[in-house]
């Protein structure tokens, strides 16, 4: 499974666009990107993926960078129920879909 | 929208016994998944089944056994259990295709005594 990297925390002011980097340099082509977060203690929640184009949906936006070797989820207007941990996950889906949850980023949106 | 459903919320157990963990997915998706995360841990992948099948296992102890029914609820099954195995499992489910998110349930607080 590719690996990937993420800063283990980052701060946010509410109403900001918070933008949360993470780095797989080892990914392939056809392994595809997916984010996730978990609330305290909550089961953790599918936000958005991606292969190579960038990506759009109601909970957030998914940049991936020309050569795919990095992406960056942004919430572009985060509020204090966004606190979360949030996981970038490489995956190759058909082969293996399984999540290998690495430490994640700790996202501290304050008011 | 349906979500996943998980049974029992919490369990408490004592030391060499048994419990037993249900999980039913969101109607008309065909995998399930089972994590476990300890204390101040991040999720790990227990083992996975497609169409009632096994699909793929991570590192669940021998001591653990689960099953996908034909009506695809899934059962996780923990004999001797230990303090260790003190955790919240959860259980995920997906439609594998196209896009294979996976959608998880609350959980079950396990705690051994």
């Known amino acids: 499974d590719a690996k990937t990297t993420q800063p283990p925390s980052m701060d946010c002011a509410e109403g900001r666009a918070a933008n949360l980097p993470c780095n797989h340099s080892t990914i392939s082509g056809n392994e595809y990107v997916y984010w996730y977060r978990q609330i305290h203690s909550q089961g953790p929640q599918y936000i958005i993926h991606g292969l190579k184009n960038n990506e759009t949906n109601e909970m957030a936006s998914l940049i991936i960078t020309e050569d795919r070797k990095s992406s960056t989820l942004i919430l572009p207007h985060a509020t204090l129920r966004d606190t979360a941990v949030y996981y970038c996950i490489v995956i190759s889906p058909g082969y293996t879909d399984k999540l290998i949850f690495g430490t994640g980023t700790r996202l501290q949106v304050f008011p | 929208a349906a979500g996943v459903i998980q049974s029992p919320r919490h369990l408490i157990k004592e030391k060499r016994e048994t419990a037993t963990l249900k999980c039913y997915p969101i109607p008309r998706h065909d995998t399930v998944y089972w994590y476990q995360q300890g204390p101040g841990q991040d999720p790990q992948f227990l083992i996975s089944f497609y169409e009632k099948m096994q699909s793929d296992k991570g590192s669940i102890p021998d001591r653990f056994s689960a099953q996908q029914f034909s009506d695809y609820h899934s059962e996780l099954n923990m004999s001797s259990l230990e303090l260790g195995d003190s955790a919240l499992y959860f259980c995920?489910?997906?439609?594998?295709?196209?896009?294979?998110?996976?959608?998880f349930g609350p959980g079950t607080r396990l705690t051994v005594t």
């Open positions: 995920a489910s997906s439609l594998r295709k196209p896009t294979y998110e996976q959608y």
